[in-house]
């Protein structure tokens, strides 16, 4: 069921005419695609321990969305940071995407966000124009999820990057783990799948316009709707889907439950074009990489190969994924279609471990 994709949208569409500066042509890769290996992260965090606190709720062990630090019995901060270089050549578009990426995270925690600062780098030869329209069009986006751009640091770097670290708020009660998902869960995601794959088709000159405008679009919605009218529901795990892929962050949320989780492959929400792109063989660098991380935890035998990769595939500013009791499922679903906002059914949670796509 396909329905309007929720939240407040940068009204700063100039989209790809009239651009002067190719900010792709600086960066190998862009948005979520060019984060780190997981695999690799794993290993460099897994000796790292930081200072014992029991007020930190949430930090490494295990490391979630954010992380959360109690300080009292109603308040706790949850705070992160997400940036990336420009998957768009559009400088008010890319700096609205950066700052709804990052932002998204607050809210795949159910928190609200309260501040945040810029976290930025730039070629000097960009024009000011260029570089005043990221930082506007971060600033709205700040604005429309309720918090306040107080600032920022900004270097200078061959390769353009932009982001934000963010400051929310959140029940020290309250919080969404992403390792709380339990059997008897159903699966749900809020989002369509493909961003990564539209984006690099269209560098490759095989643009797909129908979807490569839902997915800015979508890329520009926060999550702020989704998680208000989650919120009484009382989900027991969520995550955002961004760079390691519907199954790398299903992996993430099973593994660190002690659950096995089944993907309903047919059940996949997809952006126009983007199972087209698959067939045609569109790969970005995050495809192997995720496979590495996230393939040997993955049983998806039988699956076509262009739908695999739209699994694996590196999504930016991605969906909420939801595990919340299946008896709820139905209530939620028609909440979320009384609000005009999108959620798909895609799974479930069972005993055991690992993932299957089937």
Not at 44 to 66: Q, T
Not at 141 to 152: D, F, K, N
Not at 269 to 290: C, H, K, M, Q, Y
Request: charged residues 20%; aromatic residues 6%.
């Amino acid at each position: 069921m396909q329905r309007r994709l929720p939240g407040r949208r940068c009204v700063i569409w100039a989209y790809f005419e009239g651009v002067n500066e190719s900010l792709t042509s600086l960066a190998p890769s862009g948005g979520c695609a060019a984060k780190y290996s997981a695999a690799r992260l794993d290993e460099l965090l897994r000796g790292f321990v930081p200072a014992e606190s029991e007020n930190l709720l949430v930090g490494l062990s295990p490391a979630d969305d954010a992380i959360v630090y109690k300080l009292d019995d109603e308040r706790a901060l949850v705070f992160t940071l997400d940036f990336f270089p420009p998957l768009v050549d559009d400088p008010a578009l890319f700096g609205c995407i950066a700052a709804t990426n990052a932002l998204n995270d607050i809210f795949a925690m159910g928190g609200s966000p309260l501040l945040a600062l810029s976290i930025a780098a730039f070629p000097e030869s960009l024009p000011n124009e260029t570089l005043a329209a990221i930082f506007g069009a971060a600033d709205e986006q700040v604005r429309a999820a309720g918090g306040i751009l107080a600032g920022g640091h900004t270097l200078r770097d061959d390769e353009p990057k932009y982001g934000l670290a963010v400051v929310g708020t959140v029940h020290p009660d309250g919080f969404w783990p992403k390792s709380g998902a339990r059997p008897g869960d159903a699966l749900f995601l809020t989002k369509p799948l493909g961003t990564g794959m539209l984006l690099h088709a269209a560098r490759e000159g095989r643009r797909h316009e129908e979807g490569l405008q839902a997915a800015m679009r979508s890329m520009t919605v926060l999550s702020r709707e989704a998680a208000d009218v989650l919120r009484p529901f009382d989900p027991h795990a969520v995550t955002d889907v961004t760079g390691f892929g519907l199954l790398g962050h299903t992996h993430e949320m099973a593994e660190r439950s002690g659950v096995r989780i089944e993907l309903d492959a047919a059940s996949l929400p997809l952006f126009p074009g983007a199972l087209e792109a698959a067939a045609a063989g569109v790969r970005t660098g995050g495809d192997s990489r995720n496979r590495d991380f996230a393939g040997p935890h993955v049983d998806a035998d039988g699956v076509p190969e262009d739908l695999l990769a739209l699994a694996y595939d590196p999504q930016t500013s991605g969906g909420l994924l939801i595990a919340l009791p299946a008896d709820k499922g139905a209530v939620l679903i028609a909440t979320f279609t009384e609000h005009g906002l999108s959620l798909e059914r895609i799974g479930r949670v069972v005993e055991g471990a690992g993932v299957s796509l089937a």
